[in-house]
């Protein structure tokens, strides 16, 4: 399995950014939920001794924030209690705000095998916009370290279709990305969140966000430059070094069984999804003083409805769908059942079967979201 650990926290919230997570006020109420947290691999090691982990994944929020002695802990807690495979990957987000050297030699020290740096930008401005608390100096700074201590194995994600972007400044930007040679991009395009402050701006007419055709351009200018790099595009919005594909992504992309660590936190288990009692208080109190695991049974997915959610999540992926393994996974011949939906994407140029795959096209994959709909309809 792969582990999933929340730490849901970050020096303050972006503008544009809704991810479950709340500004840092006291630096102390990180020891106290890295003690629960500790409690509640503790509980889950002891109910499941068996388990396996070959991939581990610190996101968040801001999980850089932790000091060396705090992921040190977690990292040696769960080598404790689960068995982690030889060679696992061990991934942390981290914002550029948050490194130094002192810093990633902790990481190193703890275990830490994969870096993904929020980096969004390599603009000043467009930073301000966004609301991030760092410059583009800093984040050149942090790369620079990574590269000093021999790390190959990192990613940068960056953010498109900001308000007022430019296809010229965008480009910019992913070329600067590009020449720091990480081993992994991901390129999101700015999802428009009603409760942030940016999304009051745009409701309220003070910023304007760019029409679907100048975000498509950027996506598909991206693509054609990441190539031209020899990146591989492996997902909609992921490109990697061959080789360097997110291995704790791909298990959500292949639609694999996940243990969600953490306020929040989400597990898929045998055919059920589990939710972690998201309310932080409630979170290390529960864990702290009854030492009992706060969790909630979010869904218990029907034959059908794993099956849906394995198409639309594999989907995702450039490869696309085996048809032939997810018959024998499912028992569905999925291009008979969605008979009609693929022949109509199919002629439409988003949709394509090649060598028994079911895969977008470069068109659909910016299309992607409005044909899945269709499929889970
Ligand atoms: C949890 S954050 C990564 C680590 C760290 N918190 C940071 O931002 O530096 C994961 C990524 O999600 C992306 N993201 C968050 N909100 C987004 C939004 N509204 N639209 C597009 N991308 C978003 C950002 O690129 C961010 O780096
Ligand atoms: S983008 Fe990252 S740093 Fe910004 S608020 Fe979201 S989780 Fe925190």
């Known amino acids: 399995m792969g582990a999933y650990i929340h730490i849901p926290f970050c020096i303050k919230k972006c503008n544009y950014c809704d991810f479950f997570s709340l500004p840092l006020g006291d630096q102390s109420y990180l020891d106290k ?122 990613n940068l994600d960056l953010i498109y279709g900001l308000p007022g972007q430019s296809l010229d400044k965008w480009m910019q930007s992913l070329k600067q990305a590009a020449d720091c040679h990480p081993s992994h991009l991901s390129i999101y395009l700015l999802q428009l969140e009603e409760e942030t402050p940016m999304g009051k701006d745009v409701a309220d007419g003070r910023l304007k966000m760019l029409n679907e055709d100048d975000e498509w351009y950027m996506f598909d200018q991206a693509m054609e430059y990441l190539e031209g790099k020899e990146f591989d595009h492996y997902e909609i919005s992921n ?18 069984e996940y243990l969600g ?78 008979k009609e939906i693929i022949a109509y994407y199919r002629d439409g140029g988003l949709l394509n079967i090649v060598n028994g795959h079911l895969k977008f096209t470069k068109a659909g994959y910016f299309l992607s979201n409005q044909v899945l709909c269709q499929f889970i309809a």
């Open 33 to 154: 939920y890295t003690q629960a947290l500790l409690n509640e691999i503790k509980i889950r090691g002891q109910q499941m001794p068996s388990v396996q982990l070959e991939s581990i994944y610190l996101g968040g929020g801001t999980p850089s924030l932790l000091n060396g002695k705090q992921l040190k802990s977690i990292l040696q807690t769960i080598t404790n209690e689960f068995i982690l495979l030889p060679g696992a990957e061990i991934s942390l987000e981290a914002n550029p705000a948050t490194l130094d050297k002192i810093k990633l030699a902790q990481m190193e020290e703890a275990g830490i095998n994969r870096i993904s740096l929020g980096v969004q930008s390599f603009f000043n401005d467009e930073l301000t916009l966004l609301g991030r608390v760092h410059n583009a100096k800093a984040v050149m700074e942090t790369i620079e370290l990574l590269h000093t201590r021999g790390w190959k194995n990192f």
């Open 239 to 256: 490109f990697c070094r061959p080789g360097y594909e997110c291995r704790h992504n791909l298990r959500y992309w292949k639609a694999e």
């Open 261 to 338: 660590l953490g306020a929040g936190a989400v597990s898929f288990k045998n055919g059920g999804r589990f939710m972690n009692e998201p309310h932080l208080k409630q979170y290390v109190d529960t864990l702290s003083t009854c030492k009992q695991w706060p969790v909630k049974e979010l869904e218990r997915m029907s034959e059908r409805e794993l099956m849906t959610d394995a198409l639309i999540l594999g989907l995702r992926l450039c490869a696309g769908i085996d048809l032939n393994q997810f018959k024998q996974r499912f028992g569905v011949d999925i291009t008979s059942e969605y």
